[in-house]
């Protein structure tokens, strides 16, 4: 398959097409969610390429310096748009994995809490940086990796999602100031 620039914004058709190629496997990892695999997309060179438009566009004009994932969804998705955009790419990881000095912070889950951890030098004071993720739930991860970012003093300029799932109000966890965004909201 020949793999196409686009550089106009991605229209509604192409979301459209991420949208179904979407996959919702029930009761995975655990019974009664419904896990939305997004591998059937990844995989499609076209639609991967138009989900890395969409957020390029979405930035193209903003100076981003840096491309914040969060693992590990948000790695797939925010190395390419590093690349695209210019800017750096910075992981977000669970405890344990990075190897240098980590600002870290613990946030409850329903059952438990879990760690998320990011280098302590990894972005400078003031730089221009965007926080992206696969899919947004309750929020609590995203709100993590957002107070990182603050204790780090950078100018968080938007947090981007490939799904959101508006009925759990995720986006009410993030912080006010921030501009938000998912593609495709359930
Ligand atoms: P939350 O902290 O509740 O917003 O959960 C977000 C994180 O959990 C993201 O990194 C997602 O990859 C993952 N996640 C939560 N719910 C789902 C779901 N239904 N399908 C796929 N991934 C999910």
Redesign the pocket.
């Known amino acids: 398959m020949m793999i196409t620039e686009s550089p106009t914004p991605m229209d509604q058709i192409s979301v459209e097409k991420i949208k179904a190629a979407i996959r919702d496997?029930p009761d995975?990892p655990k019974p009664g969610?419904?896990?939305?695999?997004?591998t059937t997309v990844l995989r499609d060179p076209i639609l991967f390429q138009h989900m890395t438009d969409y957020f390029y566009h979405l930035l193209k004009d903003k100076n981003i310096q840096y491309v914040v994932g969060?693992?590990?969804?948000?790695f797939i998705l925010g190395c390419p748009l590093a690349y695209r955009l210019g800017a750096g790419f910075v992981p977000i990881r669970k405890t344990g994995k990075l190897p240098g000095m980590v600002e870290r912070h613990e946030?409850d889950?329903?059952y438990g809490s879990?760690i998320v951890e990011i280098h302590k030098d990894a972005i400078e004071p003031n730089a221009r940086v965007v926080l992206i993720?696969?899919?947004?739930?309750?929020?609590?991860?995203?709100?993590?990796s957002s107070t990182l970012l603050k204790r780090l003093d950078v100018d968080l300029v938007s947090i981007l999602f490939m799904?959101e799932?508006g009925f759990?109000n995720?986006m009410e966890?993030l912080p006010k100031e921030v501009n938000t965004h998912a593609m495709i909201t359930y």
Do not use: V
């Open positions: 496997i995975f969610i419904l896990f939305k695999d997004i969060i693992e590990s969804r948000g946030y889950l329903e879990d993720d696969d899919l947004l739930a309750t929020g609590g991860t995203a709100a993590a799904i799932l759990l995720g966890k």
